[in-house]
């Protein structure tokens, strides 16, 4: 009888086992490697970039350490505050994530770089006296104390997976550094109070708006018998709305570099766009209701174009806006460096608008999912309905409170009308069922009733807390690294 043959490369194949393992496990640990990897790229290629525009002039090196600093904050606003743009967009299906952040870091490197405002206030939208900080080396480490702080700030919150206002943390920084400066005086403590202000106003604004957007079509669509013909009626109307809206918001934003825009003149620009939408959108959408059944998941076909068009519309907005949180601070020092002195206005200059707008593309690829999903589908369940009520309340919201000078927050407008969804779905589902239970003469028991809550409470209390520390922590933080900057500066 035959003898088997030896395996002679047993000992081999095994440790080829071992290897290929080897290989898997470092890929696996490498993977969430890249990310950070290729933002410390970006980081690097900002100040690099910074050295060649700036040259071998004096203090050449301060500018290159405040574009890389500047380049963090960027990315760190792009991983943050762009979900709320785009995260109803996701959690209703209407897009992809990778569509959705392709959408938003084109929109918004072409909102920053468009109508991003060519001139910015230096001390963050007034926050700190004028003259308060009079020699420009403290100035200069103040703004880099703060936009450091505030970076710092955004990247914290991201990892908690806490939505929070960048406008703040940029207010809360230039706070902390101009405090320790020149002393509680220099501060502009009304205007701080109206930050404060705006934690309340902001999201309730946006959820009692959000709220009445969505009760409306319940009422006017979703609850009729002839829904298709309802919705031909009114889903025109409301993207006629969303048109106007955004069309008076940026004429204010852009319009204002060329000549001044008063109100009243972006209200009429605003009314005329939204009577062309609607116009407009009146055959499209008695094209797109042909053959749908007579449901309410049919209805959800009329809102996706709508919405993705007001996700795209919402981060133009906001690169235009918040780009200035990025940048502002950079644009200062830069003055600050060529010029020597401190001026209440400076000019950006283009190669500073391209850092900050591209750091928030870039930051939006690398991290920005993270907060998509949460702010999307983790607070409370979207559709194409409740997301477009929930971008429509963000347009309308800034439009009233700028009419009605109210401070507001984008980022608190956006979470609260999510939140102000949610809420409604639970009171009007409750509504239901109880009505359906006195019918049947058996009313929902309360263990019942908590059991279908509609909104996860505890993303509520995170996103909340996160909110009332973000200035006073920027502001600490701020303050701190103010002190070791002028500490190793000596």
């Given at each position: 009888m035959a003898t088997p043959p030896v395996n002679q490369w047993k000992t081999l194949d095994k440790d080829l086992k071992r290897i290929g393992r080897l290989e898997e496990a470092t890929q696996f640990v490498a993977r969430p490697l890249v990310a950070p990897g290729i933002a410390l790229a970006f980081i690097v290629l900002a100040g690099v970039a910074a050295g060649l525009v700036i040259g071998a002039q004096p203090g050449h090196l301060i500018v290159v350490a405040a574009a890389v600093i500047g380049a963090y904050m960027a990315l760190n606003i792009g991983a943050n505050d762009v979900a709320n743009n785009m995260g109803p967009a996701v959690g209703a299906?209407?897009?992809?994530?990778?569509?959705?952040?392709?959408?938003?870091?084109?929109?918004?490197?072409?909102?920053?770089?468009?109508?991003?405002?060519?001139?910015?206030?230096?001390?963050?939208?007034?926050?700190?006296?004028?003259?308060?900080?009079?020699?420009?080396?403290?100035?200069?480490?103040?703004?880099?104390?703060?936009?450091?702080?505030?970076?710092?700030?955004?990247?914290?919150?991201?990892?908690?997976?806490?939505?929070?206002?960048?406008?703040?943390?940029?207010?809360?920084?230039?706070?902390g550094a101009g405090v320790v400066a020149a002393g509680f005086g220099a501060v502009n403590w009304g205007a701080l109070g109206s930050i404060a202000l705006s934690w309340v106003i902001s999201p309730v604004l946006g959820g009692v708006v959000a709220a009445a957007f969505l009760a409306f079509i319940?009422?006017?669509?979703?609850?009729?018998?002839?829904?298709?013909?309802?919705?031909?009626?009114?889903?025109?109307?409301?993207?006629?709305?969303?048109?106007?809206?955004?069309?008076?918001?940026?004429?204010?934003?852009?319009?204002?570099?060329?000549?001044?825009?008063?109100?009243?003149?972006?209200?009429?620009?605003?009314?005329?766009?939204?009577?062309?939408?609607?116009?407009?959108?009146?055959?499209?959408?008695?094209?797109?209701?042909?053959?749908?059944?007579?449901?309410?998941?049919?209805?959800?076909?009329?809102?996706?174009?709508?919405?993705?068009?007001?996700?795209?519309?919402?981060?133009?907005?906001?690169?235009?806006?918040?780009?200035?949180?990025?940048?502002?601070?950079?644009?200062?020092?830069?003055?600050?460096?060529?010029?020597?002195?401190?001026?209440?206005?400076?000019?950006?200059?283009?190669?500073?608008?391209?850092?900050?707008?591209?750091?928030?593309?870039?930051?939006?690829?690398?991290f920005g999912p993270k907060l998509i999903r949460l702010v999307g589908s983790e607070i409370t369940k979207l559709n194409p309905m409740r997301a477009y009520c929930v971008a429509l309340s963000a347009a309308v919201t800034v439009i009233v409170a700028s009419w009605l000078g109210l401070p507001v927050s984008s980022t608190h407008i956006a979470v609260g009308a999510i939140f102000g969804v949610g809420f409604y779905r639970e009171w009007h589902a409750e509504r239901r069922a109880r009505m359906l239970g006195l019918q049947k003469g058996k009313p929902v028991p309360p263990e019942e009733r908590s059991r279908r809550r509609l909104v996860r409470r505890s993303h509520m209390l995170t996103v909340a807390a996160a909110w009332i520390i973000t200035v006073p922590a920027s502001a600490g933080l701020s303050a701190l690294l103010f002190l070791l900057m002028t500490a190793l500066a000596r």
């Open positions: 299906n209407a897009l992809t994530l990778g569509g959705a952040l392709i959408i938003a870091a084109v929109f918004e490197t072409a909102g920053a770089l468009i109508a991003g405002g060519d001139v910015v206030k230096t001390v963050s939208t007034g926050i700190l006296a004028q003259g308060a900080v009079s020699d420009s080396a403290h100035f200069i480490w103040a703004m880099m104390a703060a936009l450091l702080a505030a970076a710092l700030w955004l990247h914290l919150a991201t990892w908690l997976g806490a939505p929070v206002s960048t406008t703040h943390s940029i207010v809360g920084g230039v706070v319940k009422a006017r669509i979703m609850y009729v018998e002839d829904k298709i013909a309802a919705a031909r009626l009114w889903v025109p109307v409301l993207i006629g709305i969303m048109a106007g809206a955004f069309a008076a918001y940026l004429a204010i934003k852009g319009l204002n570099k060329l000549f001044h825009v008063s109100l009243g003149l972006a209200t009429l620009i605003g009314l005329a766009t939204g009577v062309l939408c609607w116009a407009a959108s009146v055959p499209l959408i008695r094209h797109q209701s042909e053959g749908l059944e007579n449901r309410k998941r049919s209805l959800r076909k009329l809102f996706s174009l709508p919405l993705v068009a007001s996700a795209a519309l919402l981060s133009f907005a906001h690169g235009a806006n918040d780009v200035a949180n990025a940048v502002g601070p950079l644009a200062a020092i830069v003055h600050s460096v060529e010029v020597g002195d401190i001026a209440s206005t400076v000019g950006i200059p283009v190669w500073v608008m391209v850092v900050g707008a591209l750091g928030i593309s870039v930051g939006l690829m690398l």
